[in-house]
Structure formats: structure tokens, C-alpha cells
């Protein structure tokens, strides 16, 4: 299975600032990866697929990048509502889908 | 509206079975793979199965190959998982997924998750 590693598992910044996300995978996986957000009480949302392609909703604050093995999230001028935990996925070695470890993020 | 809503979770003891069910709503969900991914508690998400429109592909990973067996109901508008053979590990909250684009890929939605605990 593709191992996909993600860092920092936690994060904590304050509104207005910018912050990454990082996602490498164990193998090249071309742009077949997503990323997530959960907030608690809230269902799992899906905010980027294909790398870089914004999910219909997503504000444009988000945006994804890298293609290969080493992909990024980052989300400019942070909200107060963008607080919570964020996976990557990948869906190259379909149908064994795998994901990151997660990271929580904070808004101080 | 999308709408994934999960039911059956519980508690179970080891070795036995509990069968969990998702009831979709707001789209045609014969177009659409369907699948279970899990997370334990304070761990990260881990896919759990899928299923093709029709149901006649299944795919599992070898943690629970064997044990799960996910079925849909396309009159009713359903997904299923069978769970058999428990073990403390398979403790974590399930949830109900839908796959983009009529295929195998990412999940655009999600529902809200149902937990199941394995337990003496």
C-alpha cells in the first residue's frame, strides 16, 4: 500500500496568517490525491481532489499543490472557522486507499 | 441535499457480528461506488470497503478481507456492512462515503458516523 505521511500533526496559528500542510507519499501517485477537513459535530468535507482542484464550496483561501510524491494544503488568511483536522488521501493504488496521519489545527 | 445517515452501530463482543446500514438520500445513488471508512479513536482514517454501482465488485483491504462484507440495495437507496468475526481492533467510528465521479476516488461526502465498540 502507498504510506502517505503527513506533517505537522499539529498546528496552531492565528487568524489572518497563512499555514501548510504537508503530504508525502511512499510512491509517486501523479495528482490522485484529496484533501479533508472535519470539524467537530460536522461531517468529513471534502476541500481539494486531483491535487489542486478546488471541491465545489471550498473557499479560495484553500489551495493544493505538488504532483509526484510531495504534496502541500495551505490555507491563506486563516479563519476563525477553519479550525480542525485535516487528511490527505490517496486514490492512485485504487482500490487500496490510504491516508494521512491528520493534523489538528488551532486557531490561537 | 446529500445525505448519508448511519445506523447499527453498538456494542459487541468479540467474535460476534453487527451488521451497519447507511441511508442516502438527494441523489441517484445507483450512479455512484459507495464505501466504509473507520477511524479508532484517536487514530487516523483507514478505508474499509467498497462497492461498484451494481454491487457486483467488492473490494477490501486485507484488515477486515474475509471478516466485512459491504452490499448495497439500490431500490432502497442503501449501503451495507456486514461485520463478522470482531476484534477489539475493529472498535472505531464508521463512516458511510460516497465516491466521486461514478468511480473509484475520493469521497465527496460523508456521513456522520456510527460507532461500534468491541468488547468483553
Known amino acids: 500500500d502507498v504510506q502517505m505521511t503527513q506533517s505537522p500533526s499539529y498546528l496552531a496559528a492565528s487568524p489572518g496568517e497563512s499555514v501548510s500542510i504537508s503530504c508525502k507519499a511512499s510512491?509517486?501517485?501523479?495528482?490522485?490525491l484529496a484533501w479533508y477537513q472535519q470539524k467537530p459535530g460536522e461531517a468529513y468535507k471534502l476541500l481539494i481532489y486531483?491535487?489542486?482542484t478546488l471541491q465545489s464550496g471550498t473557499p479560495s483561501r484553500f489551495s493544493g499543490s505538488g504532483s509526484g510524491t510531495d504534496f502541500t494544503l495551505t490555507i491563506r488568511s486563516l479563519e476563525p472557522e477553519d479550525f480542525g483536522l485535516y487528511y490527505c488521501?490517496?486514490?492512485?493504488?485504487?482500490?487500496?486507499?490510504?491516508f494521512g496521519s491528520g493534523t489538528k489545527l488551532e486557531i490561537k | 441535499e446529500v445525505q448519508l445517515v448511519e445506523s447499527g452501530g453498538g456494542l459487541v463482543q468479540p467474535g460476534r457480528s453487527l451488521k451497519l446500514s447507511c441511508a442516502a438520500s438527494?441523489?441517484?445513488?445507483?450512479?455512484?461506488?459507495m464505501a466504509w471508512v473507520r477511524q479508532a479513536p484517536k487514530k487516523g482514517l483507514e478505508w474499509v470497503a467498497t462497492?461498484?454501482?451494481?454491487?457486483?465488485?467488492?473490494y477490501y483491504p486485507d484488515s477486515v478481507k474475509g471478516r466485512f462484507t459491504i452490499s448495497r440495495d439500490n431500490a432502497k437507496s442503501s449501503l451495507y456492512l456486514q461485520m463478522n468475526s470482531l476484534k477489539s481492533e475493529d472498535t472505531a467510528t464508521y463512516y458511510c462515503?460516497?465516491?466521486?465521479?461514478?468511480?473509484?476516488?475520493?469521497?465527496?461526502?460523508w456521513g456522520q458516523g456510527v460507532m461500534v465498540t468491541v468488547s468483553s
Open positions: 488521501q490517496q486514490y492512485y493504488e485504487k482500490p487500496h486507499l490510504t
Open positions: 486531483s491535487g489542486s
Open positions: 438527494g441523489f441517484t445513488f445507483s450512479n455512484y461506488y
Open positions: 510512491k509517486s501517485i501523479s495528482n490522485y
Open positions: 462497492i461498484s454501482t451494481s454491487g457486483s465488485r467488492t
Open positions: 462515503a460516497r465516491h466521486v465521479g461514478g468511480t473509484i476516488a475520493a469521497f465527496d461526502y
